[in-house]
């Protein structure tokens, strides 16, 4: 069996048990819980054998304990009305917190692309002040190796991709969230993360206002007209008009159809991204 990071623990720390109303989840926590199949397999799973992996958590000033690893528990716990869960303390810096709860959390079976881009930011971000501290700006001082090469090493993705999710931080909330729903692609959206807050609030107008989303080429486009000075939303609806081949056929699903088959708290996003989901686990082709 694989042993995880948040396992490889000082053989000294013990498991102790503390009461749930005094862990609070990490600052500005890029992970989100939600309550979908995943988390019903994990309270399934906690009813019958308890939390077999205790929260990772650090004590804080202000008397209450930071979670490094154990949000998804936590939550399970708290619906199953457990009062106290376990967990092992550790003592740690702000900056080896932040790179400790990254790394456990991109442990995850499933991440959209908004948290592993914000999870790699704010590792980055750590990267680089230790690195600035020594005036060497992005690069580790010790291994001499920039931040985006140090995250690339250690998360798996090559350095030119940890770029683009460092990147896609820049994407204003609404658009990003599309991105996660998969209605917009990834590199699509990367290109659209370099336009002006405002100029992407224009776009994100003008795929309403045609219920369109654009393809790459027309994401390069749309970059053009801002570096060109010619920007506007009439432009954009332009060119999101335009008929492109695989959108003159589309399957669509009425939501009084999907909600005999999904818990009627799921919006529509939650039941898209679940019915991907099981699609991409059952469907093969040979």
Known sequence: MEVRKEDQRDPDEKVVEIEIERLRDFKNHPFKVQADSQMKELQESIKKYGILNPLIVRPRPEGFYEIISGHRRKYAAQQLKYTKVPVIIRYMLEEDA????????????????????????????????????????????????????VISEECGDSPKQVQRYLKLTKLIPELLEKVDDEIMGFTIAVELASLTEKNQK?????ME?????????QAIRIKKLQ?????????????????????????????????????????????KREILTLLKINMTFE
Do not use: H, W
């Not at 224009?202 to 003008?206: G, K, M, N, S, Y």
């Not at 206002?209 to 080429?217: K, Q, W, Y």
């Not at 081949?245 to 039941?271: C, G, H």
């Open 209 to 217: 206002s045609t219920l369109g989303t654009p393809n790459l080429s």
């Open 98 to 149: 932040i790179i400790s709860m990254v790394d456990a959390n991109l442990q995850r079976e499933r991440i959209s692309p908004s948290e592993k881009a914000f999870a790699y930011k704010m590792k980055y971000d750590v990267l680089k002040r230790k690195a600035g501290r020594r005036k060497c700006s992005q690069v580790d001082y010790l291994t001499g190796k920039k931040s985006v090469e």
């Open 202 to 206: 224009t776009v994100l107008d003008a």
């Open 227 to 271: 570096e060109n000075g010619v920007f506007s939303k009439e432009k954009i609806e332009e060119l999101l008009s335009e008929i492109k081949q695989k959108d003159i056929d589309r399957v669509v699903f009425k939501n009084e159809q999907l909600y005999r088959y999904f818990p009627s708290y799921y919006t529509a996003e939650q039941m």
